[in-house]
């Protein structure tokens, strides 16, 4: 239980310190950016760019413990948020009456959405190895959702 516990305030820990608005790294954003310039280069989908830069952290192997690993997660995360907040807000200024509210409403299902799947392993595993998993969850389903709105502002920009 002890240790349920303390990873349980890790994970808390190092996504409120995420969320307290510091900015992504700059070599991970512009790792992600490449990769997304690549893929849309190449007719690839964008996302094959969800957790390579994460993954890629981890196989340089720096730091293998469970704060390594969750700041390799944290890291991309902080992009796609980012980059999710970005095309929220723009939907928001450029959306209005039923299309404004339909954003909004998928977003709040959205958040609702993530915050359970990827809290789901934490109460089955007792170990640091569930706030590893809600870390790389939560930036999986955060880059999925950034590549969503990202695809409706570019079909908004493509109506101009």
Request: charged share 35%; net charge negative; with cysteine.
């Amino acid at each position: 239980m002890r240790i349920f516990i303390f990873a349980a305030a890790l994970f808390l820990a190092v996504m409120s310190a995420r969320a307290a608005g510091d900015p992504p790294r700059p070599e991970v954003k512009a790792a992600v950016e490449k990769c997304l310039a690549e893929k849309e280069k190449a007719n690839k989908p964008a996302e094959e760019c969800i957790g390579a830069i994460a993954d890629a952290c981890l196989e340089k192997g720096e730091d293998d413990s469970t704060s390594g690993m969750i700041a390799c997660h944290g890291n991309e995360a902080d992009v796609w948020d980012e980059r999710l907040d970005r095309d929220y807000q723009t939907l928001m200024r450029t959306t209005k009456g039923p299309e404004k509210k339909r954003v909004q409403d998928i977003e709040r299902a959205w958040l609702a959405f993530r915050d359970k799947k990827c809290g789901y392993h934490q109460p089955e595993d007792d170990g640091q190895v569930g706030v590893i998993t809600n870390v790389h969850c939560y930036m999986e389903e955060t880059a999925r959702q950034a590549l969503f709105l990202d695809d409706i502002v570019d079909t908004q920009n493509s109506r101009k």
